[in-house]
């Protein structure tokens, strides 16, 4: 399906999360679903908790137990495949990095989209940064309903 369509199967996108126990802090997701040539994930990554089994050819693998949701993976990504989730009660709150304007302010109820492009829910935003070091690659924490934690992938906003 991956490569006919560009959107991942389920299970595909549920082998990249780490078991939901992990999710009472955030934990860095990496839809990185091609063998390429590239590694700043796992380069930039403090605490590494990403490696790439050959160094750079394969695709990263997240250790969940290092991985202290920090972030900076998720602007050091030049393909804009990592986010950063957790659990918060009833809640999936995600950071995702954001290159579209307009940019979304903390308090307003944008939709929420899956990996087609469809609306399947709001999503309130909960913060934005855009600090010089993320080289204009924004990061906007936003909560949706956990049932969408396997669905939601980025946010639209609401007209
Ligand atoms: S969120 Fe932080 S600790 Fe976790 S993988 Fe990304 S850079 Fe590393
Ligand atoms: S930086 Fe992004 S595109 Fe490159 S290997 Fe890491 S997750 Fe994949």
């Given amino acids: 399906m991956?490569?006919?369509?560009g959107v991942p199967t389920d299970s595909l996108v549920r082998s990249r999360f780490p078991d939901t126990s992990f999710l009472v802090k955030p934990k860095a997701i990496l839809e990185?679903?091609?063998?390429?040539?590239?590694?700043?994930?796992?380069?930039n990554c403090p605490f590494k908790a990403i490696t790439i089994a050959d160094g750079l050819n394969s695709q990263p693998v997240l250790n969940p137990e290092l991985c202290t949701g920090c972030?900076?993976?998720?602007?050091?990504?030049?393909?804009?495949?990592i986010?950063?989730?957790?659990?918060?009660?009833?809640k999936a709150r995600f950071k995702i990095p954001y290159e579209f304007?307009?940019?979304?302010?903390s308090g307003e109820v944008w939709s929420g989209l899956n990996r087609t492009g469809e609306r399947i829910c709001d999503a309130s935003?909960?913060?934005?940064?855009?600090?010089?070091?993320?080289?204009?690659?924004?990061v906007v924490t936003v909560d949706?309903?956990?049932?969408?934690?396997?669905?939601?992938?980025?946010?639209?906003?609401?007209?």
């Fill in 2 to 5: 991956l490569d006919k369509t």
């Fill in 32 to 43: 990185c679903y091609e063998d390429i040539s590239c590694n700043p994930c796992a380069t």
């Fill in 71 to 81: 972030g900076i993976c998720i602007y050091s990504c030049p393909g804009l495949a």
């Fill in 83 to 90: 986010s950063v989730v957790q659990i918060v009660e009833d």
């Fill in 101 to 105: 304007l307009p940019i979304p302010n």
């Fill in 125 to 138: 935003i909960i913060n934005v940064t855009d600090s010089k070091r993320q080289d204009k690659t924004v």
């Fill in 144 to 159: 949706v309903d956990k049932k969408y934690l396997y669905e939601f992938i980025t946010i639209k906003v609401q007209k």
